[in-house]
């Protein structure tokens, strides 16, 4: 007995039989895969009640095989018996081996939240494949907005296709189509500020003057505007803390303030970094003519040529609107990008600020240990000299006759002298280093 080809999935489920006879349980054998079981005695399955096969359950009363083929996708269902197999379980089985993927791997469920172009709003959950298929996206194109991928996605990005814009600005991931956009990370900081930024453009009673922009581009400039302004506002609340500090120091060097500039210079680092992506994102759309005009003529019947990326519609009138709307998408980019530029370019200038109080404080910090370590120099120097005299002292208390003693008079000459002589070494210590400029 031998297999060819790869090995066998094989699904074995239990099932009692319906008889009053017996009440012995029964299997179910449920071959799938791409496998075929050859043996030089016994052709293939289904079997007979007298032959046997290659991997085969002897039963009480029947033998079920159901085997999935690969190059007629069909499933056949075999009984040795006049009895009726239990349809429950074999559509059970069934339901198994269509649901399943060969693979095993399950597949990825998006929560989302979908706006329509009407102003409608509704909580869905969309599976990958119908999500690529409705879209008409790649699978590495819905890699930029995925949000299991955060991690490895976090750089700011706007990809156009032929239906659909993907959006990745931070907390916000979302795929904007003709008639709808889905939003990843609803729930989300930037998810929620571009709900509350979309919604009033798609009131007809907010719509003042000509006609709107088209949906997809209302949805790319809400979510721009709502980026931006949350840097802005960020900025905003943060520049007064800087002010307010860089007033205080360095003449105020405490741990609570050095805690609080360190903390702000962190956020602005943060902050910078996030205004210096979006900036490069914007100027790497409008440097490509190509990125402007795919979104122009979403909707239209136009192409692009390839060779020179000239656009070409069926409908004269539609080239004109396209070519209008074209003006129109680059100087929305570059307004976007005037904000987001002056958000980065303040940014910066405050955490150069903090940079120079940090290093202003350092210098601050390095004079004040100049100072402790001068006035510990000019102690150790005094305590030698006070030392050179206890010597001396230490001498003259050893005990031993030396006939000094005995005179009245050669204490307070011997006290004086080391007194004198300890200030006097002191100041030729004291004269030298100055001399060498160490004081």
């Not at 069909?74 to 429950?88: P, R, S």
């Not at 059970?92 to 329509?116: A, F, H, K, M, N």
Request: aromatic share 6%; glycine share 4%; proline share 4%.
């Amino acid at each position: 007995m031998y297999a060819t080809s790869f090995s066998p999935h094989i699904l074995h489920l239990p099932a009692k039989s319906h008889s009053n006879k017996s009440s012995s349980s029964h299997s179910l054998i449920l071959f799938t895969g791409y496998s075929r079981f050859k043996s030089p005695a016994w052709p293939s399955c289904p079997l007979s009640n007298d032959s046997m096969c290659a991997a085969t359950l002897k039963v009480s009363r029947r033998v079920k095989c159901l085997i999935k083929s690969t190059e007629e996708n069909e499933q056949e269902i075999v009984n040795d018996g006049a009895d009726e197999v239990d349809h429950e379980v074999v559509n059970r089985s069934e339901r198994i081996v269509s649901d399943s993927p060969t693979l095993g791997i399950r597949e990825p469920v998006y929560e989302v939240v979908e706006v329509q172009s009407n102003g409608m709003v509704s909580t869905r959950k969309i599976y990958r494949r119908h999500l690529l298929k409705s879209s008409g996206l790649r699978p590495r194109d819905v890699r930029s907005v995925d949000p299991s991928l955060w991690l490895t996605n976090s750089m700011p990005s706007l990809l156009v296709r032929e239906h659909a814009i993907l959006l990745n600005l931070g907390t916000l991931r979302a795929i904007a189509m003709q008639e709808r956009v889905l939003i990843f990370n609803y729930n989300r900081k930037g998810g929620k500020a571009f709900i509350d930024a979309l919604l009033p453009r798609l009131n007809p009673k907010n719509i003042i003057g000509g006609p709107s922009l088209p949906f997809e581009l209302e949805v790319v400039e809400a979510a721009l505007n709502s980026r931006i302004q949350r840097l802005e506002k960020k900025l905003m609340d943060l520049e007064p803390r800087v002010q307010a500090l860089l007033e205080v120091l360095p003449t105020r060097l405490t741990a609570s303030v050095l805690e609080e500039l360190r903390i702000s210079k962190q956020t602005l680092v943060e902050l910078a970094s996030k205004a210096g992506a979006l900036k490069q994102m914007l100027l790497d759309i409008l440097e490509d003519p190509h990125e402007i005009r795919q979104i122009s003529i979403m909707g239209r019947n136009c192409t692009l040529n390839k060779d020179n990326y000239d656009m070409e519609c069926s409908v004269p009138l539609e080239k004109q609107s396209a070519e209008e709307e074209e003006e129109e998408i680059e100087m929305l980019f570059e307004n976007y990008l005037q904000r987001c530029e002056s958000c980065h370019g303040q940014a910066e200038r405050l955490l150069d600020s903090a940079r120079e109080m940090e290093d202003s404080i350092a210098v601050n910090l390095s004079s004040r240990r100049l100072e402790v370590s001068r006035l510990e120099l000019l102690l150790q120097v005094g305590t030698f000299c006070v030392g050179v005299g206890a010597l001396i002292a230490g001498i003259f208390g050893m005990n031993l006759k030396s006939y000094l003693e005995e005179q009245a008079f050669a204490f307070w000459l011997t006290t004086g002298g080391i007194i004198v002589g300890a200030v006097v070494a002191f100041f030729l210590m004291y004269t030298y280093l100055k001399a060498r400029k160490i004081f």
